[in-house]
């Protein structure tokens, strides 16, 4: 299927979407931190996801990803 709307695209949605609802199964790659809390900012041209951690020590952190579609390529 051709991308006809970008900025969001469906699919940037889709995915940003579904980083969320697997937050659980993130954080077992997370070796001593725990995801407190994810900002989607899913309205942006490319939508996202600031994910909150703690680690061990009680210290935050925080992580950015952003979700960007290439244009297709036919």
Known sequence: MRTEHYN???LEVELANGLVEIKEHLEK??????????ENKIEEDNPMLLFHLKDEDGDPHEVVVKVIQRPDKF
Do not use: E
């Not at 790659?29 to 994810?38: A, H, M």
């Open 8 to 10: 969001p695209s469906q």
């Open 29 to 38: 790659f997370l070796t001593g931190n725990t995801i407190t809390g994810i």
